[in-house]
């Protein structure tokens, strides 16, 4: 056997991992007892040690899984030379036994960490009952989750399906034959969209048409035609560019991730309800990465007191499993009927019964005003530690979702950390370090990332390139 089938089975059999699981769930979280073979990231004091260590090469089973990745995969993602094998609550581990402090949450997905028991058990026992079954029969679970999500939210109904880019592609179906059914009469119905600069919806056509990066719609143009792009935060431009007869919808995200952690303002937002109010067009919130309690909020648009017509939602709501939703007022659901939109398997029992333990858990009050905590916690901790650096231009976001927006490139100072063991994203146009950590992650462990990230910051000296 060699070393990737061991890998393989030991992934199939995660008991090989039992007495690290066991360790951490003794209630000494911190304590970290798990050895990496190079270094702790567990103690705050180790930051600069870890920082100074130089990175051993690959092992020969890291390296045996990226080359074979590199030889048989499509080459769409440009991966960390990291294999990861298991994770326990904020920290992952790689094949080698090296631990990582993740603020990255698998991109705002792991929202209770790595392995919670609830959402655990939750999965076993559907699994045991049962996984699949198709849309053509009704079932439990989806069911309960609809109702569920309905009843917390501003919407009168709902749809599933499996991703972020799939809800924003279902929206825009729904928003297109809204504008259909509420004018039967017109010839040409309003079929035109705004998104935002900085704006990030996904990589299918229609969603990819209202992402504003053109790196990732130029090379597989035509996309869906008919969106006007405006400038983030400015409701002059968007009230004269939501034009009657003109613009089916209008997409945008409260708190943009991709884009760069980019905030919207209560007049901005409120600016675009009037204008869609006015012109007869639909308001689409895209929550799929800050929504579900990221902001402290269980939706984001909650902080700023403005209801959409629609909202769609995916990464954390399944705790990791795939999952994408719509959530729509009554007006625009009566514009649909059957067989207008479907799915083989969005909304299976397995996904929606893991999504309901993930909800039980984040929808409680006291889980949210811990998350608001965190966050202005974390952002206290940043600038302490990171303002004053010349290469720190801003730290932004609020709740779990911050950026730090830097003068030059973050690559090397994402790099850095990763070396010393703590894990973070970027964003924006590559000069923004994100941080969407778990929302379950301890103060400790917020000291810990900060500490990291500063201790790592003169990884950016010498390097000039905002590009
Ligand atoms: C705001 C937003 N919308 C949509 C998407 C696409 O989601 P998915 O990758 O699940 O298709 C993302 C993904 O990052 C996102 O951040």
Same mark, same amino acid.
């Given at each position: 056997?060699?070393?990737?089938?061991?890998?393989?089975?030991?992934? !199939?059999?995660?008991?090989?991992?039992?007495?690290?699981?066991?360790?951490?769930?003794? &209630?000494?979280?911190?304590?970290?007892?798990?050895?990496?073979?190079?270094?702790?990231?567990?103690?705050?004091?180790? #930051?600069?040690?870890?920082?100074?260590?130089?990175?051993? $090469?690959?092992?020969?089973?890291?390296?045996?899984?990226?080359?074979?990745?590199?030889?048989?995969? *499509?080459?769409?993602?440009?991966?960390? $030379?990291?294999?990861?094998?298991?994770?326990?609550?904020?920290?992952?581990?790689?094949?080698?036994?090296?631990?990582?402090?993740?603020?990255?949450?698998?991109?705002?997905?792991?929202?209770?960490?790595?392995?919670?028991?609830?959402?655990?058990?939750?999965?076993?026992?559907?699994?045991? =009952?049962?996984?699949?079954?198709?849309?053509?029969?009704?079932?439990? $679970?989806?069911?309960?989750?609809?109702?569920?999500?309905?009843?917390?939210?501003?919407?009168?109904?709902?749809?599933?399906?499996?991703?972020?880019?799939?809800?924003?592609?279902?929206?825009?179906? +729904?928003?297109?034959?809204?504008?259909?059914?509420?004018?039967?009469?017109?010839?040409?119905?309003?079929?035109?969209?705004? #998104? +935002?600069?900085?704006? +990030?919806?996904?990589?299918?056509?229609?969603?990819?048409?209202?992402?504003?990066?053109?790196?990732?719609?130029?090379?597989?143009?035509?996309?869906?035609?008919?969106? =006007?792009?405006?400038?983030? &935060?400015?409701?002059?431009?968007?009230?004269? #560019?939501?034009?009657?007869?003109?613009?089916? %919808?209008?997409?945008?995200?409260?708190?943009?991730?991709?884009?760069?952690?980019?905030?919207?303002?209560?007049? +901005?937002?409120?600016?675009?309800? =009037?204008?869609?109010?006015?012109?007869?067009?639909?308001?689409?919130?895209?929550?799929?990465?800050?929504?579900?309690?990221?902001?402290?909020?269980?939706?984001?648009?909650?902080?700023?007191?403005?209801?959409?017509?629609?909202?769609?939602?995916?990464?954390?709501?399944? @705790?990791?499993?795939?999952?994408?939703?719509?959530?729509?007022?009554?007006?625009?659901?009566?514009?649909?009927?059957?067989?207008?939109?479907?799915?083989?398997?969005?909304?299976?029992?397995?996904?929606?019964? #893991?999504?309901?333990?993930?909800?039980?858990?984040?929808?409680?009050?006291?889980?949210?005003?811990? *998350?608001?905590?965190?966050?202005?916690?974390?952002?206290?901790?940043?600038?302490?530690?990171?303002?004053?650096?010349?290469?720190?231009?801003?730290?932004?976001?609020?709740?779990?979702?911050? @950026?730090?927006? /830097?003068?030059?490139?973050?690559? $090397?100072?994402?790099?850095?950390?990763?070396? %010393?063991?703590?894990?973070?994203?970027?964003?924006?146009?590559?000069?923004? *370090?994100?941080? *969407?950590?778990?929302?379950?992650?301890?103060?400790?462990? /917020?000291?810990?990332?900060?500490? !990291?990230?500063?201790?790592?910051?003169?990884?950016?000296?010498?390097?000039?390139?905002?590009?």
């Amino acid at each position: 056997m060699n070393s990737l089938q061991a890998t393989h089975l030991s992934l !199939v059999f995660p008991a090989r991992n039992l007495p690290r699981v066991f360790e951490l769930d003794r &209630g000494n979280r911190f304590a970290c007892r798990v050895k990496s073979p190079k270094f702790s990231s567990c103690l705050v004091s180790d #930051a600069q040690q870890k920082v100074d260590a130089s990175l051993e $090469p690959a092992s020969r089973e890291s390296k045996e899984v990226m080359e074979m990745e590199r030889n048989v995969f *499509v080459g769409t993602y440009a991966r960390a $030379p990291v294999v990861i094998k298991s994770g326990r609550g904020c920290k992952l581990y790689d094949v080698d036994g090296k631990e990582y402090l993740d603020m990255t949450a698998g991109i705002a997905v792991n929202s209770l960490g790595h392995g919670d028991r609830d959402w655990l058990n939750a999965v076993v026992e559907q699994a045991n =009952t049962l996984t699949h079954v198709s849309n053509v029969y009704y079932s439990i $679970p989806q069911v309960t989750l609809g109702k569920r999500l309905v009843e917390s939210s501003f919407a009168d109904r709902v749809f599933f399906t499996n991703s972020g880019t799939e809800a924003n592609e279902a929206a825009i179906k +729904f928003a297109r034959k809204f504008q259909r059914f509420s004018h039967p009469d017109k010839k040409l119905p309003a079929t035109e969209f705004i #998104a +935002f600069t900085n704006s +990030f919806h996904g990589r299918t056509m229609g969603a990819l048409a209202l992402t504003s990066k053109e790196q990732y719609r130029l090379p597989f143009e035509p996309v869906m035609p008919g969106v =006007t792009f405006i400038e983030y &935060g400015n409701s002059e431009e968007a009230k004269k #560019a939501i034009q009657p007869g003109k613009i089916a %919808a209008v997409f945008v995200e409260p708190i943009q991730g991709e884009g760069g952690i980019y905030s919207a303002t209560k007049d +901005f937002l409120q600016a675009l309800r =009037t204008a869609c109010d006015e012109a007869g067009a639909l308001l689409v919130f895209d929550e799929v990465q800050c929504g579900l309690g990221r902001t402290g909020h269980l939706w984001a648009h909650e902080a700023f007191g403005v209801m959409p017509d629609m909202m769609t939602l995916a990464k954390p709501l399944a @705790g990791g499993l795939p999952i994408g939703v719509v959530l729509t007022t009554e007006r625009v659901a009566a514009a649909i009927s059957s067989g207008d939109h479907g799915s083989t398997f969005a909304g299976g029992p397995l996904v929606c019964h #893991a999504a309901l333990a993930v909800l039980n858990k984040i929808q409680e009050p006291s889980f949210l005003a811990s *998350v608001t905590r965190k966050g202005l916690y974390l952002k206290e901790l940043l600038l302490k530690k990171l303002e004053g650096n010349p290469h720190v231009k801003e730290i932004r976001g609020f709740g779990l979702i911050v @950026g730090i927006e /830097l003068d030059v490139q973050a690559s $090397p100072l994402v790099d850095a950390c990763r070396d %010393a063991g703590l894990l973070v994203l970027t964003a924006g146009k590559g000069n923004v *370090v994100r941080l *969407v950590p778990p929302l379950v992650v301890s103060k400790e462990e /917020l000291e810990q990332a900060a500490e !990291v990230l500063s201790a790592c910051l003169p990884s950016l000296d010498g390097n000039t390139s905002n590009k």
